[in-house]
């Protein structure tokens, strides 16, 4: 079963644009991270916050954690084409490796 | 540093067939994944295994699907016999022993006809 919810299902931004979408989770959890993956291809890893931090930067990448909620958010600063593709958030317990991901946001940065 | 491998690419086949995925995943990584991803949804766990051992495979159809890492570094991942709604990508992914992260290989497209 999916973890997590995310909203918007999808997005449509312009270049140059911000891009922000929200994960909800149901369970505790020990980390969570968010993946890309582009049409055809498998998933990348973007970004883990752990769950004792409420947020955590990487580049362009913005990632907030708020526990009490059950809900992180990604925010894509300054977003370009290469960044259309869709976002996925996963979340791991404590002691367990398996990961359970949400159902993702469609991403389109037009030019 | 290669990737995670899989093939083939794509498949297709008629239900009731079989058919099976392969993957090698990244050189020294301990751990290995197999998911099913359908269209519009995130990936969903099928089995996970440690080495060549089996931690989790709570999702897995066992009735249909089946899977084996014999020497602790490939594997395959059968199905048998196929049906219309196991059409999906099955996602390969592995990470090293105690990792957070899962590197994912490209995927098998599988449509079931």
């Known amino acids: 079963s999916q973890q997590g919810e995310e909203d918007p299902q999808a997005l449509s931004i312009q270049e140059g644009e911000n891009a922000t979408m929200n994960c909800s989770y149901k369970?505790?959890?020990?980390?969570l991270q968010w993946y890309r993956q582009n049409s055809g291809r498998g998933l990348v890893h973007l970004i883990l916050?752990?769950?004792?931090?409420r947020e955590k930067h990487s580049g362009r990448l913005r990632v907030t954690l708020d526990t009490s909620k059950k809900s992180s958010s990604l925010l894509i600063t300054a977003s370009r084409a290469a960044d259309t593709a869709s976002y996925f958030c996963?979340?791991?317990?404590?002691?367990?490796?398996?990961?359970?991901f949400g159902t993702g946001t469609r991403l389109q940065v037009t030019l | 540093e290669a990737g995670v491998a899989q093939s083939p690419r794509y498949k297709i086949i008629e239900k009731r067939q079989s058919v099976a995925f392969w993957c090698n995943p990244i050189?020294?990584?301990?751990?290995l994944y197999w998911y099913q991803q359908i269209l519009g949804q995130g990936p969903k766990l099928l089995i996970q295994?440690?080495?060549?051992?089996?931690?989790?495979d709570s999702q897995l159809p066992k009735d249909r699907f089946s899977a084996e890492r014999l020497k602790g570094v490939d594997s395959t991942l059968k199905i048998q016999p196929a049906k219309l709604e196991d059409s999906a990508v099955y996602l390969c992914?592995?990470?090293?022993?105690?990792?957070?992260?899962?590197?994912f290989g490209a995927g098998t497209r599988l449509s079931v006809l």
């Open positions: 992914a592995s990470s090293p022993a105690g990792g957070n992260i899962q590197y």
């Open positions: 369970t505790s959890i020990n980390n």
């Open positions: 916050i752990r769950s004792n931090e």
């Open positions: 996963a979340t791991d317990a404590y002691l367990a490796s398996k990961l359970t």
């Open positions: 050189s020294g990584h301990a751990t």
């Open positions: 295994f440690q080495n060549n051992g089996v931690v989790d």
